[in-house]
């Protein structure tokens, strides 16, 4: 990092890592909301900034939440839920439950552990992970804290296909299944907060899948640091021409699953199923790219429509309870990725931490099939998530 800025520098690192705020000595958070407050604590502000902001105004951050919060459950009772079980499929791959983790970059600077933390934690509890292109981690060392266990890798399409293809051959060799191909990052979306922290990866930290290959730095911009460096780095690598076509091409040099992560309407649902996908991701990238966006619980019954159960479709953004993870799959998600939720178990006590918040989500959402009288996920119908207008119209429900 030779642009002069140093200033900017990210105060953490191994010698640096935050200790844990006197305000929570005895204190263990109870939800998701507690381990994001935790975070807040313990971690510097640009790093904290980094993981919590929106694009924008953040509408689209906040509806993410408040959609949910407008649905309405309807449980059914008096039928034996003494024995209940989370665990499905995705993609035919056997999981302990329908929560996934969706890929955040830069995950070291939660914690030292970083990646290989969240890797270790989903693989202990059987659960899904998809790991970002921008870990701080060397993809071959997440897979190694967890041999075996259940992973796709997330990937950006660079304007060099050959340190692309590369990527992919890495991910087969180290048994990642599919390929989440992120299709709404042509450009960053402006998260403001990161433009006024000036924002860039720490010194000591590399984008671990790149070292040798350049653009192993997410560096700050050379302009005097007036904006947020990553989004120098994105516009430096990654290909804003990307198109379909690229997922023919894509299918044409791996046998991995490719799942497009990004879509938000039934006009692109079909369009990926023209082109073959194994599956569709709803998904606003964390409300972080296009402001004013819809939520994703709102784009999902369209994109479900749409696609008719040709393939699978899974859902994140804003899910941090279980009674989210239960009406998304009423409303046809098979599975639902949390990404935010991670960092906070991350930050807050590492593999612990991680393992803890999937825990407190699985915990919820078991306990959501109780209270709604469903003994499994397949027994969740689409019947028993309304939205909330329909109780002032009897008709709809
Ligand atoms: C800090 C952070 C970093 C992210 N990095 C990536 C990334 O590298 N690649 C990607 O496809 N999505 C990335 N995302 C988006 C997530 O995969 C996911 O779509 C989003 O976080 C889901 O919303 P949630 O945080 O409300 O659960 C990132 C999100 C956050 C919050």
């Known amino acids: 990092m030779a642009d002069g800025h140093d200033a900017m520098v990210l105060p953490v690192g191994p010698s640096t890592q935050a200790p844990m705020a006197p305000q929570m000595a005895g204190w263990e958070p109870v939800s998701?909301?507690?381990?994001?407050?935790?975070?807040?604590?313990?971690?510097p502000k640009n790093a904290f900034d980094y993981y919590a902001s929106g694009a924008n105004d953040m509408i689209t951050l906040r509806e993410n939440r408040a959609a949910?919060?407008?649905?309405?459950?309807?449980?059914?009772?008096?039928?034996?839920?003494?024995?209940?079980?989370?665990?499905?499929t995705v993609l035919g791959i056997p999981v302990n439950s329908p929560i996934c983790i969706a890929p955040s970059a830069m995950q070291r600077?939660?914690?030292?552990?970083?990646?290989k933390a969240t890797s270790a934690a989903a693989?202990?509890?059987?659960?899904?992970?998809?790991?970002?292109?921008?870990?701080?981690?060397?993809?071959?060392?997440v897979a190694a804290a967890y041999p075996g266990g259940p992973r796709w890798f997330q990937l950006y399409v660079y304007k060099d296909r050959k340190l692309t293809a590369e990527l992919?051959?890495?991910?087969?060799?180290?048994?990642?299944?599919?390929?989440?191909v992120t299709v709404d990052t042509p450009v960053l979306g402006r998260r403001e907060a990161d433009v006024r922290n000036r924002f860039k990866l720490p010194v000591h930290l590399t984008m671990g899948n790149f070292i040798g290959a350049g653009g192993a730095h997410a560096e700050g911009t050379k302009d005097g640091g007036k904006d947020s460096g990553l989004s120098a780095y994105v516009a430096s690598l990654i290909?804003?021409?990307l198109s379909w076509d690229d997922i023919r091409w894509l299918r044409s040099i791996t046998k991995l699953a490719i799942v497009v992560k990004g879509v938000m309407t039934a006009e692109d649902a079909r369009e990926a199923l023209r082109y073959g996908v194994d599956a569709i991701w709803v998904s606003n990238h964390g409300a972080r790219q296009l402001d004013t966006v819809s939520s994703t619980i709102e784009a999902l019954p369209e994109v479900v429509a749409a696609v008719a159960g040709k393939v699978e479709v899974y859902l994140d953004g804003g899910?941090?309870?279980?009674?989210?993870?239960?009406?998304?799959?009423?409303?046809?998600?098979?599975?639902?990725?949390?990404?935010?939720p991670v960092l906070w178990g991350l930050a807050h006590s590492g593999e612990d931490g991680v393992a803890a918040v999937l825990r407190l989500m699985n915990e919820e959402l078991t306990m959501a099939l109780q209270l709604a009288g469903c003994t499994s996920v397949d027994e969740i119908q689409k019947s028993m998530v309304v939205h909330q207008t329909a109780y002032y119209t009897p008709s709809k429900l």
């Open 32 to 43: 998701v909301r507690e381990y994001e407050k935790a975070a807040e604590m313990m971690l």
């Open 68 to 88: 949910f919060s407008r649905l309405r459950i309807r449980p059914r009772i008096m039928r034996d839920v003494s024995s209940t079980s989370n665990k499905t």
């Open 109 to 115: 600077m939660a914690h030292d552990d970083g990646e």
């Open 123 to 141: 693989g202990k509890s059987n659960t899904l992970m998809t790991l970002s292109s921008w870990s701080t981690t060397p993809l071959e060392e």
């Open 168 to 180: 992919v051959k890495r991910a087969e060799a180290s048994g990642y299944t599919a390929l989440a």
């Open 239 to 241: 290909d804003r021409t």
């Open 319 to 340: 899910v941090t309870r279980g009674t989210d993870v239960f009406k998304a799959l009423a409303m046809g998600a098979r599975a639902v990725f949390i990404g935010r």
